[in-house]
């Protein structure tokens, strides 16, 4: 399955994140020591579900790195056209691709077991589209003081993954009511009112269970679509804020001292045991001679 990684903002003077870029991509942001874009390929390339990756609104002189096949699009000026031209490269390379993943750039703290479990979960059913979402609990007990956007439903509160999966028939299916959700993606009870009063209505009561709202926005989209809830928080822990780039850096620089502190224990551990080991005597050594024959008389 072929990822499509969504890269071409560019923050403008009036975004909170404007004065860490100041003009470049807000893909390129530095994340303890390298862009927060290649965090995403470094967790897309050690996944064995993907094939391809095709990165849109960046360009090969920022010299990324991918173990996968890495193919770049040029910014199409808005997030659906984006998408779109994603899926249709992904068909252009396989012309059997049914199924893509679409990968925000924002989320450094994605892993390649995570994209692994989204794909073979997803794929236990055959729909239209396959919609993460994370639950309050489960992000806030992983990135406390995180402060997403959550929706309040029936018995829960959620908030949207920014890993998910989508048929490739979606980029020519519906595109008028794609973009009005995109464009609302900011906010749960705009994109609801967008679908209808009665779904708005549930919503701002707190009458919707999640089985509910996928029901009611596929039929209302004419689609067949299933909501994937992450027990993984790092899927829906995007950076749109000064705070939350903050919290990314010092987690993932945390998460590299860690590595490096495993490995050097490690090395020491190996070190040790080679030092400890019994040498074997040599052949020829005095110890090891054998001793001469005696002459027979």
Partial sequence: MDAVVIAGGIPNPEDPLYTYLKGDAKALVDIAGKPMVQWV?????????????IIVGLSPKNKLICKKPLHYLTNQGRML???????????????KSKYVLIVSSDIPALKAHMVDWLVDTAMETQDDLYYGICLK???????????????K????????????????RMATEHLDTWEDLL?????????????????????????????????????????????II???????????KPHQLELLRADLAKGQRKAASKTRAVMKK???????APKKKAVGSKSARLKPTPKRK
């Avoid at 056209?81 to 012309?95: C, F, P, Q, R, Y």
Wanted: aromatic content about 4%.
């Fill in 183 to 227: 464009g609302a993606r900011k906010s749960p009870l705009k994109q609801a009112s967008k679908l209808g009063l009665g779904l708005l209505f549930s919503l701002f009561t707190r009458q919707l269970t999640i089985e509910d709202a996928v029901r009611r926005i596929s039929e209302r989209i004419g689609i067949k679509g299933r909501a």
């Fill in 137 to 151: 609990d489960v992000m806030e007990a992983r990135f406390p003081g995180s402060n997403r956007t959550y929706t």
């Fill in 41 to 53: 390929l470094d967790a897309l390339s050690e996944s064995q579900r993907v094939k391809n990756v």
């Fill in 270 to 276: 190996t070190t040790k045991k080679v030092a400890s």
């Fill in 230 to 240: 992450w027990p993984y928080a790092e899927a829906a822990m995007d950076v749109d």
């Fill in 153 to 168: 439903l029936k018995g829960m509160e959620v908030c949207g993954a920014d890993v998910n999966l989508t048929h490739v």
């Fill in 81 to 95: 056209s984006n998408i779109v031209a994603g899926i249709n490269k992904s068909v252009e390379l396989d012309k």
